[in-house]
């Protein structure tokens, strides 16, 4: 059985660094996690309901914040992204992956739960868990069961949710990116792209100046459009902004997406602000949908670094 290791990070938020001595005899549940992640987003009621339940109980929430993307390593954009998620527990920056190696993780978001002799007694990766998570709590703070119904608090992964074959994630960089266009991608350099009317499913298809990076692709001139075709009941984008704020345009098979699609960051008009680097909610469906969704550069340059998708309907 696995001892919890030191934790280890020079920026730590809300806290001054925690050692081992300072949570001996407490249980602690460490949390994985990084702030453009939707999987990690979905996770956060859950883990602010046990942090406000149990810490009077003798429960201590870490979040180690392991960095996916260039800007989540930034402490600022950290600390921004906590205070929009209510998160008050303390959180530890892992940019050199220090914890994660240590703790020989490989999944956003995972959680390990150690008891008050300091053994890790509990994983779990990804979402879900919730009910079976919070008893493992309970029996390691020494509580009485209680019916819990968590899970089903979670639209996407609990009880009631009914779920289809989504698109899988889809990155837009040349890193891990599969690009459409038959030129394929021009790598750390601006390029003048043409459109593949052929593009399938989770390619990413590009149109006009952009300039794309082993992480992202940025637009270089108003007009400038990435497509993609998809299906699912939901798309996000990681999206930042070159330079400023940066507007762009919403479409949905050629057209502006239609309001009853509207993910809560697109605005009535169609159009989304990118004010900040960041995860943003595109489409939102309450039945499963297939085509093609597109982001039209109206002003300024957006970065655009991966989709993500759901199958999900309540």
């Known amino acids: 059985m696995m001892k919890l ?12 660094p925690i050692t081992l ?19 990690c987003l979905r996770t956060f009621p859950h883990l602010r309901e046990w942090h406000d339940k149990y810490k009077d109980d003798g429960l201590v929430i870490i979040g180690i914040h392991t960095p996916e993307f260039e800007f989540e390593q930034i402490p600022e954009n950290v600390k921004d992204a906590i205070l929009r998620l209510g998160i008050h527990w303390p959180v530890v920056l892992d940019n050199d992956f220090e ?6 993780n490989k999944y956003w978001p995972a959680k390990y739960l150690a008891d008050r002799e300091g053994k890790i007694v509990y994983t779990h990766f990804g979402e879900g868990g919730y009910e079976e998570t919070e008893e493992k709590i309970r029996e390691l703070l020494g509580l009485p069961k209680e019916n819990t119904d968590s899970g089903s608090r979670d639209g996407m992964t609990g009880m009631g949710a009914v779920c289809s074959i989504a698109t899988a994630e889809t990155y837009c960089g040349y890193m891990r990116g599969n690009i459409a266009n038959e030129l394929g991608y021009g790598e750390d350099q601006e390029e003048d ?11 990413i298809n590009l149109n006009g100046k952009f300039f794309v990076t082993h992480e992202y692709a940025e637009s270089r001139e108003d007009g400038a459009t990435l ?10 984008l990681v999206m930042a902004s070159a330079k400023g704020e940066t507007v762009v345009e919403i479409l949905w098979n ?3 997406v239609p309001k009853e699609l509207h993910g809560k960051d697109v605005s009535e008009e169609g159009k989304l602000i990118v004010n900040r680097s960041d995860m943003f909610s595109l489409l939102k469906s309450k039945t499963p949908i297939e085509g093609a ?15 993500t998708f759901s199958g999900c309907t309540e």
């Open 254 to 256: 050629g057209k502006p």
């Open 99 to 104: 914890n994660w190696d240590a703790f020989e």
């Open 5 to 16: 290791p030191e934790i280890k990070g020079h920026v730590w938020i809300g806290t001054e």
């Open 227 to 236: 497509s993609l075709k998809l299906r699912g009941t939901e798309v996000n």
């Open 21 to 39: 001595d300072d949570i001996a005899d407490k249980v602690v549940l460490v949390d994985f996690w990084t702030y453009s992640c939707v999987n």
């Open 193 to 203: 792209y043409l459109e593949n009317p052929n593009a399938k499913e989770g390619e």
């Open 293 to 307: 969704i597109a982001i039209r550069a109206e002003k300024g340059n957006f970065r655009a670094y991966a989709f």
